[in-house]
């Protein structure tokens, strides 16, 4: 167990090495140069000076990468006119853009995606095991059919097509609902909820359908394996072999790959909350690309793949938790 | 239900506390009832799976149904138990006198685990995997009986006990594949124990084991129905597993019985046809032959170790010095994990072994690969590529020496092996077993080897079947001039093909002599348990064996 | 019953597979089609557009008539028919570049892992690994944003997407190719003397067939999907090269006031990916009657 833990952070570790060093490889190979986007129209060559120099954009690039990882283990110092700016620990830098330090524009932003992921997520169990069971346990024939229409429709749509489509059909059809706005939980849960809605239900439509899919293949293959045949023959009632035999089975898949989907939807979030003028870290993304906005995008990818390590090592414990042949090693 | 003891036990009909087992502790009481089959038929769709079906098992006796894949014995046991879903099931299961086929499915579940119990084939998938042995034992008892969950858990480990599971508390915890499979068909008898059923029916309950195992299996069922009284229905396609613990013994072919009578009579002194095929197709010592060329194949001191990523190391084989002399068969035998097929595997050159030297001829086998040496693989469905016509899988190692147009070689040779020109461009999924095991002779004779490895080559086929193909290779051996190498773990094949046997265990030779000589003086203790298990068909000789395993264990 | 008796019994596989390749015909002959239409998808109809309104087109349903079918783009007075047209080029050219790239590096990589011995396959192994837990999405796009604006986007896009997500098809291949290989007619082949090369070619390459095809046919709409959010998000086709990804993100500011310009390019967006995703699982009912999983 120790010995997987270990193993698991220096995997963990490897990725997000290779990420940055990509990511530094690829912005400093671009042709764009972010210290003239900067300094603007009508820029003279000194100032330019002065701000690469600020910027830190004029060392050579290992140089420059070895400050930003020294500055992502024990924080480092910045030149700011006569005065010295530290950053402290997990020093991501400042925007190039905004000069605000990259790790509080992330921190900021992250609970609106974290509102998206875990809202979308939880509705899409709810939605897709209950379909899926449904169907798996093949009661009504009209329903197998229509949870398999929608699993293949769900897997068909792009998520800012069913944002749109929900956007017309709510919000200026039906005037249902309002635009979404966002609302922080903390100031108002029912319009942080109201408000979310509609990303959650575009979300949950093509993720519900994949849990609905998997739930009712997992049931279905369970149901046919030996030892049910085993608890059949031992006469016990149906309704205690689906739900303490058959469900438990149908649930692993699904319980790793929820760990995968939050980290997964996240990642992911930059359509969905384009879509809906959300301000989460996917659009402090697209507007930091179109800014070259190196040290943002470099933190938002960092913290991306972190998230999906983070989910990956999580499947992994929870998988080992709930089924009793796995050891993790 | 409820929890209070009643002694007699009415008809099943009577809904509720009646039904409940009662008596405590082993032995039987109550009123005992015979299971009685009359006339049954079940169909799926078209097909008959049973068709017309007839005997009785006493209370406390032991039938045996024996039978061939497809003969409809399964179909039978499940049928017994009111398990099938899309089948057609006529005529009458009197239980008792109740006939149980006009049970609903709440009269059903009363019957199923309380009073006839099932044990099944696959120890490992038929427990679920993702709750504690003792747990699932302890759920049929409280079905059952409504008992506390307190008093379940103490019944458990009682029957965990009882079928000599050591440190009964302790394992009842485990889960099922923290379990060896004899340990694993072990707590399944002990579920079928846990309401002390009247009756115990078991599919092919060794078929998935070892034969020490096997035998310990046997013997434990055997045992189980002395001390509980519970009739046994034993369903098996080995002649010898039923012959030393069934009474009356029923035949089954094509879903019709053939033969059904006392054991003794049936297996000594059969009437039908059929049986007289199957007993003469269970193998059979062949009169010896010395055989002494030089040595062919030379194995010095060879290992092969596996390293296991944060395991350790595993020898497979630790050690094993043979020779395999010109022109005679070497019988391989072994149980599981005894490394017999990485030894079998190293000897034709596919696997290398860590130490040690393995010539032919004198040159080392790594060079010989593809002309003088060849194998026979088990499983013949998995060792033809499906996507390939049965004619290309046997011309690809002539193509490989080089012969342009390969047909007529290849005619010739499935005719040699007794397949028609016809097979050559039909896909193996088209043909039986046996067909295909026949194909991978051919495939293996193309390149005109002087050895053939076999690894188990009739361990996957029914026992006809068995017999034809085991006559074929004796054949291809003394008219081509082969050298053989059965790898088995089948004693009883290898004392009919082998003229001398190696016994294996933990991956080293512990006894090596003339077939005749091992069988019937074995020096080492490994090779005299393994003989004492070997299931016969002869029943005197089959009570005789279990006695002596009896007396060894005591 | 053969394969091909089997498949056209499937209605999902025939409707699919009718539309899927109506869709490629279209997106071939679109130069054919915008002729025989008359118009171009770049020439710019003011006269169309009612000023008044902010450039929402004049006429019902987004301004169709006898020379624009599915009538004119708001804002530009672009023929939208040409347009569409012209995107499916775009849509179904980047998928299906895609998805061949991707197919071959995963079925290389895959091999070699499976066959290459213990090194090649820890390497690889662990390269498949990093591939499959980048962010993908989040990667392509700063990627996509720093490319100078002269390289041809479409090619970039299918690179860009291929280079991003072979994991999945090199983690198949490896698995089928790990399972194949302990198959005793591998073992068989190899006591015939055939060396791995041929042992690949004529033993396991045939066995891959129908997992890859499965695969690669379940990942080409997942590249269209991807395509189009990456022109939804502005990174992906450049105007005035039209694709609908790119449309769609124009319709979000105009959906208001003339939402055919939403259904249009959305309906045939979701009528083509339905169609493939019909393909793709029709085809593994096909190839793989066994397999009951679906996806992923």
Not at chain 1, 21 to 37: G, H, K, N, Q, W
């Amino acid at each position: 167990m120790t010995g997987y833990l270990f193993r698991r952070i220096g995997g963990a570790l490897l990725v997000l090495f290779g990420l940055t060093t990509i990511l530094y490889a690829l912005f400093y190979l671009a042709p764009s140069d972010p210290a003239v986007l900067t300094c603007g129209k009508g820029c003279t060559p000194e100032r330019l000076a002065d701000v690469r120099h600020a910027m830190g954009v004029d060392d050579p690039v290992h140089v420059q990468y070895a400050h930003f990882l020294e500055g992502l283990v024990a924080g480092r110092d910045y030149p700011s006119g006569p005065d010295v700016r530290h950053c402290p620990a997990p020093c991501l830098g400042y925007s190039f853009e905004t000069d605000q330090p990259v790790t509080a524009l992330l921190t900021d932003r992250l609970p609106v995606s974290v509102s998206l992921a875990i809202g979308a997520e939880a509705l899409s169990l709810v939605v897709g095991i209950g379909a899926g069971m449904l169907s798996g346990l093949r009661r009504h024939r009209w329903l197998d059919r229509l949870v398999n229409g929608l699993v293949l429709t769900g897997y068909a749509v792009p998520v800012f097509l069913v944002g749109l489509l929900l956007l017309l059909l709510f919000c200026v059809v039906l005037q249902w609902l309002p635009f979404p706005a966002y609302v922080p939980f903390t100031t108002n849960p029912l319009l942080w909820a109201q408000n979310l809605l509609l990303p959650w239900v575009a979300l949950a439509t093509i993720q519900a359908a994949a849990y609905a899919r998997l739930t009712r293949a997992g049931i279905q293959e369970t149901l046919a394996e030996d030892h049910i045949r085993t608890a059949r023959a031992y006469g016990l009632p149906e309704r205690r072999i689906i739900w303490r035999r058959a469900f438990r089975g149908a649930m692993l898949p699904l319980v790793t790959l929820t760990a995968l989907d939050v980290a997964a939807i996240m990642t992911s979030a930059v359509l969905t909350e384009t879509m809906f003028g959300l301000p989460g870290i996917g659009q402090l993304l697209v507007g930091a690309v179109n800014q070259i906005d190196l040290p943002v995008v470099v933190g938002v990818t960092l913290l991306t793949g972190l998230l999906i390590v983070v989910a990956n090592a999580v499947a992994d414990l929870l998988y080992a938790a709930i089924d009793p042949r796995v050891q993790l090693r | 239900m409820t929890t209070e003891p009643v002694d007699n036990q009415p008809e099943v009909s009577v809904p509720g506390a009646t039904l409940a087992p009662t008596h405590r502790g082993g032995g039987g009481g109550g009123a005992r009832k015979s299971l009685k089959i009359e006339n049954l038929r079940i169909g799926f769709g078209d097909t008959r799976a049973v068709d017309g079906l007839s005997f009785e098992l006493p209370p406390g006796g032991a039938v045996g149904i024996v039978g061939e894949s497809g003969s409809g014995k399964s179909a039978t046991a499940l049928a017994l138990l009111g398990l099938h879903q899309n089948a057609t099931v006529t005529g009458r299961i009197s239980f008792g006198g109740t006939d149980l086929t006009t049970l609903d499915d709440r009269e059903w579940r009363r019957i199923r685990g309380a009073r006839i119990a099932m044990v099944f084939q696959e120890p490992l998938t038929a427990l679920s995997p993702f709750h504690r042995i003792g747990d699932q034992i302890a759920e049929v008892y409280r079905i059952h009986t409504g008992a506390t969950r307190r008093a379940a858990r103490l019944r458990a480990v009682e029957v965990l006990k009882q079928v000599h599971i050591p440190d009964a508390e302790r394992r009842a915890r485990s889960y099922p594949h923290q379990f060896s499979g004899g340990m694993r068909q072990r707590a399944l008898i002990a579920m079928a124990l846990a309401c002390r059923p009247q009756v115990i029916v078991a599919d092919e309950p060794t078929t998935a084991l070892d034969v020490t195992v096997q035998a310990q299996i046997l013997d434990l069922l055997d045992e189980v129905r002395s001390t509980t009284g519970a009739g046994l229905l034993l369903i098996s396609h080995d002649l010898g597993v039923v012959a030393g613990s069934a009474d009356s013994v029923v035949v089954m072919r094509n879903g019709r019985a053939v033969e059904q009578g006392p054991t003794e009579s049936v297996l000594v002194t059969p009437r039908e046809a059929y049986t007289r095929e199957l007993i003469a197709a269970v193998p059979h010592p062949n009169p010896p032959r010395t055989v002494e060329g030089e040595p062919l194949l030379r194995l010095t001191d060879v290992r092969k170790h596996f390293k296991l990523p944060r395991r350790g190391r595993v020898d497979a084989v630790d050690g094993v010095t043979l020779d395999v002399r010109r022109g005679e068969t070497l019988g391989i035998a072994g149980e599981s994990g005894t490394g017999k097929t990485t030894l079998a595997r190293m000897m034709v050159g596919l696997v290398e072994p860590s130490a040690g030297k393995i010539t032919f001829d004198g040159a080392d086998i790594a060079r010989r690969r593809g002309r003088s040496v060849q194998m026979v693989f088990q499983d013949p469905l998995s060792s033809l590529n499906p996507r390939r016509t049965v004619g290309e899988s046997i011309a690809d190692p002539l193509r490989l020496q080089g012969v342009r147009d390969p047909r007529a070689r290849v005619l010739s040779l499935l005719e040699r092996v007794g397949l028609s020109p016809r097979e050559y461009d039909r896909y193996p999924h088209q043909l039986s077993g046996g067909m295909r095991q026949r194909v991978g002779i051919a495939r293996a004779l193309a390149p005109s080897p002087r050895l053939i490895v076999c690894d188990e080559p009739v361990s996957s086929l029914d026992v006809t079947t068995q017999a034809q193909i085991l006559a074929l290779l004796e054949d291809l051996r003394s008219t081509l001039d082969l050298t053989l190498v059965v790898v088995s773990h089948d004693l009883a094949v290898l004392r009919q093909i082998a003229d001398r046997v190696a016994v294996l265990s933990g991956g080293a030779v512990v006894e090596l002599g003339d077939t005749a000589r091992v069988y019937e003086q074995p020096e080492h203790p490994y090779t005299k348990e393994l003989l004492a298990a070997i299931p016969v068909a002869d029943p005197l000789e089959a009570r005789r064996l279990r006695a002596l395993r009896r007396s060894r264990l005591v | 019953m053969t394969r091909a008796a089997v498949a056209f019994r499937d209605r999902g596989l025939v409707a699919g597979a009718a539309i899927a390749t109506l869709m490629v015909v279209v997106a071939v002959s679109a130069p054919l089609l915008t002729a025989i239409s008359g118009q171009d998808p770049t020439t710019f109809h003011d006269g169309l557009l009612d000023s008044a309104r902010g450039g929402v087109p004049v006429g019902a349903f987004g301004g169709v008539s006898g020379e624009h079918w599915l009538g004119v783009e708001p804002g530009t007075g672009r023929d939208l028919f040409a347009r569409i047209v012209y995107g499916a080029r775009v849509s179904l050219g980047v998928a299906v570049g895609a998805t061949v790239l991707q197919v071959l590096i995963g079925l290389l990589a895959g091999l070699a892992a499976g066959l290459g011995g213990r090194w090649a396959d820890a390497a690889l192994g662990r390269l498949i690994d990093l591939v499959l837990a980048v962010p993908s999405l989040v990667l392509a796009i700063s990627l996509l944003a720093i490319v100078p604006a002269d390289w041809p986007r479409p090619v970039l896009l299918a690179v860009v997407i291929a280079v991003l997500g072979w994991g999945g098809t090199a983690r198949i291949t490896r698995g089928e190719t790990l399972s194949l290989r302990t198959r005793d007619y591998v073992a068989a082949a190899r006591v015939s003397g055939a060396g791995w090369f041929r042992v690949a070619r004529r033993e396991i390459l045939p066995g891959l067939t129908a997992p890859v095809l499965t695969y690669a046919a379940l990942i080409l709409p997942t590249n269209m999907i991807v395509e189009a959010g990456l022109s939804f998000l502005g990174v992906g086709v450049r105007p005035p090269t039209p694709s609908w990804g790119q449309m769609l993100s124009t319709a979000t500011t105009w959906f208001r006031a003339d939402p055919m310009y939403v259904v249009v390019p959305g309906g045939l967006l979701f009528l083509t990916l339905l169609a493939f995703v019909l393909v793709a699982n029709g085809l593994r009912r096909v190839l793989d009657p066994r397999q009951s999983e679906f996806l992923r």
